[in-house]
């Protein structure tokens, strides 16, 4: 089984369903068990101190795994998250981060994964997370 969306048409997609996120996320990598999302981190995005916030990682952990999920059962923009645990594991400047989302478990209602993130210039993994999504029962 492959991806139900190729890299262009999940960038149209989101473009299309989340205009919001204004293409601050770009999909690099795209298949029905994950994804990979970059986002280059800029000063909106930091707190005091230079270090990236807490919103602006859990928005990029967030973004790929609904990637990752749309990727798994295609066209259901309502899909929605309905649990996140996410721990800071290093402090990331401004930058490019990365957040590689995986699919554990895709059942009929539910879909469970982590994603873990790194950032350009740090050693090891900056935040990772484990998260469940709700899919709309079919119409």
Request: aromatic fraction near 6%; glycine fraction near 12%; hydrophobic fraction near 45%.
């Amino acid at each position: 089984m492959s991806a139900q969306f190729t890299i262009a048409e999940m960038h149209e997609f989101l473009d299309e369903v989340f205009p919001q996120a204004g293409g601050r996320y770009e999909v690099l990598d795209l298949g029905e068990a994950g994804a990979t999302v970059r986002m280059v981190a800029g000063e909106p995005d930091l707190r005091p101190g230079g270090t990236v916030s807490g919103p602006a990682l859990f928005a990029l952990v967030d973004i790929a795994f609904y990637i990752a999920v749309l990727g798994r059962i295609g066209r259901e923009a309502l899909t929605v998250t309905t649990n996140v645990s996410l721990d800071f594991m290093r402090k990331a400047g401004p930058g490019e981060l990365i957040a590689e989302a995986r699919i554990l478990k895709a059942g009929r209602s539910l879909v469970v994964g982590d994603v873990l993130v790194r950032a350009s210039g740090v050693d090891g993994p900056v935040a990772r997370a484990g998260l469940t999504y709700s899919v709309p029962p079919p119409r």
